[in-house]
């Protein structure tokens, strides 16, 4: 019996032995490999989406020029209207009293002048019988006269005057338009010093299309002429508006460049006011370094990329441009050709050696 168990000791031991042998000699695990790609200078292109404003090309905010009632109000607000065509009527008592005193002064000064200018002439006529008239006499009555045309001229420029101030008792459109609201009614004072606005009209046909592009981009070179942009209440459509001007100074407060394009809205399909996206694809006038966004690595400290030279890591150190869906422009002591890992990270250490492939 205890040979057996002898016997059966032996092999376990034997096979427990066996084991471990066969757990030594077997082959570690295999390192991992990195994916890898070259650094290449290409065209920077990428896509930028801005919240654009829509705006009507002309706005007027109607105010009187001379202080009166408001007599008639011919249009309301929602009514398109022409250049040209009568919004509003003021009735001004006072300017039309001084009006036809102007035209008082201005007949009394007419027949004063004609009555000068007829003693003139008078005396001009027999200056040259001997003795009939003195040389003052004439100069006199030459002078008189030249005065009295002064007088005149001024009254009759005097009347000119309100002739024009009547014109604007009634208010036209300067423009093509639509009324877009209405302040006042009948009966209201306006003009003088009393500036409030009757109404406000928007010329809604053309539309400006602004918004404040980034210092970041704007010495960049969209890639055509017209911004696409849609809208939140038309969400299917996509519009089309050619580039207009842009202000050409930066914005110390907003770091920022005003651009405008315009709208033709012939339909009126599109309204002012209303906020859109706009989308731009731009480029830049050099070629660059765009690499995944996942080979740049950022810590608290500092940003790289992971190189690989000679099998081994290197950190270099880089600024981030422009930003194209999942690429993005880097910045840094970098050469063509170089090797960069796809997927960066600061768990790999610098120096060390790794495995890749591209």
């Given at each position: ?287 660059g370094f765009m690499v995944p966004m996942s080979a740049v690595v950022t ?60």
């Open positions: 019996m205890k040979s057996r168990l002898t016997v059966l000791t032996l092999m376990l031991s034997f096979i427990v032995f066996a084991c471990n042998e066969k757990q030594s000699i077997e082959p570690t695990k295999e390192e991992k490999i990195h994916k890898v790609f070259e650094l290449k200078r290409q065209k920077i292109k990428y896509n930028i989406s801005i919240p654009v404003e829509l705006s009507s090309l002309e706005q007027a905010k109607i105010r009187a020029k001379i202080p009166g009632y408001i007599k008639l109000l011919k249009v309301d607000i929602g009514d398109f209207i022409k250049k040209g065509q009568l919004l509003v009527v003021v009735d001004a008592p006072e300017m039309n009293a001084k009006l036809l005193e102007a035209k008082a002064h201005e007949k009394e000064a007419k027949s004063h002048y004609l009555i000068k200018k007829e003693e003139y002439e008078r005396f001009k006529n027999v200056s040259s019988l001997e003795g009939a008239v003195s040389q003052i006499q004439l100069i006199t009555a030459k002078n008189m006269m030249l005065s009295s045309k002064e007088l005149y001229l001024a009254a009759l420029a005097s009347t000119r005057l309100y002739r024009e101030m009547e014109q604007y008792l009634e208010i036209r459109a300067p423009f093509d338009g639509v009324v877009t609201s209405r302040e006042l009614n009948v009966g209201d004072f306006v003009g003088g010093n009393k500036q409030d606005v009757i109404l406000t009209i928007d010329n809604p046909f053309v539309l400006r299309l602004h918004f404040n592009m980034p210092e970041l981009y704007v010495k960049d070179t969209p890639s055509t002429d017209s911004i696409t942009f849609s809208t939140e209440s038309i969400r299917r459509k996509q519009f089309k508006a050619p580039f207009s001007r842009k202000s050409n100074i930066i914005s110390a407060q907003s770091r920022t460049e005003k651009w405008e394009y315009r709208f033709k809205n012939d339909s009126l399909q599109l309204l002012p006011g209303m906020y859109a996206k706009g989308e731009l694809n731009m480029f830049k006038g050099y070629k810590t608290m400290k500092e940003q790289f990329v992971v190189a690989v030279v000679d099998k081994r890591t290197k950190w270099i150190d880089v600024k981030m441009g422009v930003v194209n869906n999942d690429s993005v422009e880097i910045f840094g002591e970098l050469s063509d050709k170089d090797i960069l890992l796809v997927r960066g990270s600061e768990e790999i250490p610098a120096g060390s050696e790794i495995q890749y492939a591209r």
